[in-house]
């Protein structure tokens, strides 16, 4: 397989108008690249760049798949307000993926993708940073710190491991105590008692908003955003063709940045993408009658909040079905409810709900990558809850592999071909 490299001035088709998608469009054009973005929506409509909770937060480098996952998994399974939800019905569809996502857990491969998604996290900021002052964007983004709450003693003392790892690693936490809570988290449960502030965390104003204005910045630069849906991809010796709706367009080379559809496009080009639907619900309330001053993770519930130009965003769990299944309108009215409990002066008046779609790896490691089989194709997908968090320095690495420098050792971590 030719690594070939593409120089300025060579066409790149982007399929994907999620967050990545445009930080991907905004990235190769400020190299010099003609970019052409292709989405059925209009950017950050579609998927979950749409309404996630806007959080960045660099701090995350552990996978989802931890030590021990598989009986805490099966303790939630049984708990209607756990997290964790496998609807009996996909269940079965979705065993080879959990087989890969139970042996992530496990020694090596635990390491190997806490390596991988340090180098992103230890760029992070410093990226996401840039990409937002080369579109003008820079009030968008917030340092704050995010509070990881528990609900018990227990459940506190078991995280210390964890983060005592990511303070080595380089990312900063400290511990708050229940006078700490109370005077910066002033509107939560007063049974929260034992919390760690995350050092290395911001949060966007609104996550639709930001990509809205980089696809703004994006076009001021020459970049094309074609409204239709991509049918069918495939890469020849000397371009790859793009079949849409309305017609056939050719181009020197394509990045693959479509959430859950990837998986097709993969597979069109040879390659195998064990990615799958995770999906997250949320709410957001225009007029809370609360005041959050912190972006917030309920560390035992798999629930994060944060106060956004919108309102508060109040959201998380992961259930795993097919992404054209309906809305559970069960989990909406459960979510009402928890977040109730979690803040006791909540006013859930005009609450907009939403579902959407995360595209989920079993290492959650993102692949940015060239095709294993169609030299002209590229990656840059499977980001699940971190679209928004890796977006700025995958769009760094993918450019620099269609430039022909990515040949560091470190950049075989995302490759596709590591789940051959």
């Known amino acids: 397989m030719t690594n070939q490299a593409f120089p300025r001035g060579a066409s790149v088709?982007?399929?994907?108008?999620?967050?990545?998608?445009?930080?991907?469009?905004?990235?190769?054009?400020?190299?010099?690249?003609?970019?052409?973005?292709?989405?059925?929506?209009?950017?950050?409509?579609?998927g979950s760049s749409r309404a996630n909770a806007g959080h960045v937060a660099a701090s995350d480098i552990h996978p989802l798949s931890t030590p021990g996952i598989h009986w805490k998994a099966l303790k939630m399974l049984i708990n209607p307000d756990s997290p964790l939800k496998i609807p009996l019905r996909d269940s079965v569809a979705h065993i080879p993926w959990f087989w890969r996502f139970w042996r992530t857990s496990r020694g090596k491969r635990f390491e190997t993708a806490t390596r991988a998604l340090s180098y992103l996290c230890g760029s992070t900021l410093t990226d996401t940073s840039a990409m937002l002052e080369s579109a003008g964007m820079t009030g968008m983004l917030e340092h704050k710190g995010c509070a990881f709450l528990y609900d018990t003693e227990r459940s506190f003392a078991a995280s210390k491991r964890i983060w005592a790892d990511k303070n080595v690693r380089g990312f900063d936490s400290e511990e708050m105590d229940a006078g700490r809570i109370a005077s910066d988290i002033p509107s939560i449960n007063a049974k929260f008692r034992h919390a760690v502030l995350s050092c290395q965390w911001s949060q966007m104003r609104d996550p639709l908003d930001v990509v809205r204005g980089l696809a703004r910045a994006a076009q001021s630069h020459g970049v094309i955003f074609h409204r239709g849906r991509v049918n069918s991809l495939s890469g020849g010796l000397d371009s790859v063709?793009?079949?849409?709706?309305?017609?056939?367009?050719?181009?020197?080379?394509?990045?693959?940045a479509a959430g859950v559809n990837s998986v097709a496009f993969a597979e069109s080009?040879?390659?195998f993408l064990p990615m799958v639907a995770e999906r997250g619900y949320n709410l957001t309330i225009p007029a809370p009658g609360i005041e959050l001053d912190?972006?917030?993770?309920?560390?035992?519930?798999?629930?994060?909040a944060t106060h956004l130009t919108s309102g508060l965003r109040i959201g998380g769990w992961a259930e795993y079905v097919r992404p054209d299944r309906p809305a559970n309108q069960k989990y909406f009215?459960?979510?009402?409810?928890?977040?109730?409990?979690?803040?006791?002066g909540l006013n859930l008046d005009n609450a907009d709900f939403w579902m959407g779609n995360r595209p989920s790896l079993p290492d959650s490691v993102p692949v940015i990558s060239r095709s294993s089989h169609a030299h002209r194709v590229f990656y840059n997908c499977g980001?699940?809850?971190?679209?928004?968090?890796?977006?700025?320095?995958?769009?760094?690495?993918?450019?620099?592999?269609?430039a022909g420098d990515g040949n560091l050792p470190e950049y075989q971590a995302y490759s596709i071909d590591r789940f051959k």
């Open 383 to 402: 980001h699940g809850h971190y679209g928004l968090t890796h977006a700025a320095t995958s769009a760094r690495l993918l450019c620099d592999l269609v």
């Open 13 to 46: 088709a982007v399929i994907g108008a999620g967050i990545v998608g445009v930080a991907s469009a905004c990235e190769l054009a400020r190299r010099g690249y003609e970019v052409v973005v292709y989405d059925p929506e209009p950017p950050g409509e579609a």
């Open 269 to 271: 080009c040879g390659d």
């Open 294 to 304: 912190l972006p917030l993770v309920f560390a035992d519930r798999g629930i994060v």
């Open 333 to 344: 009215k459960s979510m009402a409810r928890i977040s109730s409990e979690l803040f006791p």
């Open 241 to 256: 063709t793009l079949e849409t709706g309305k017609g056939r367009s050719r181009h020197d080379a394509a990045i693959i």
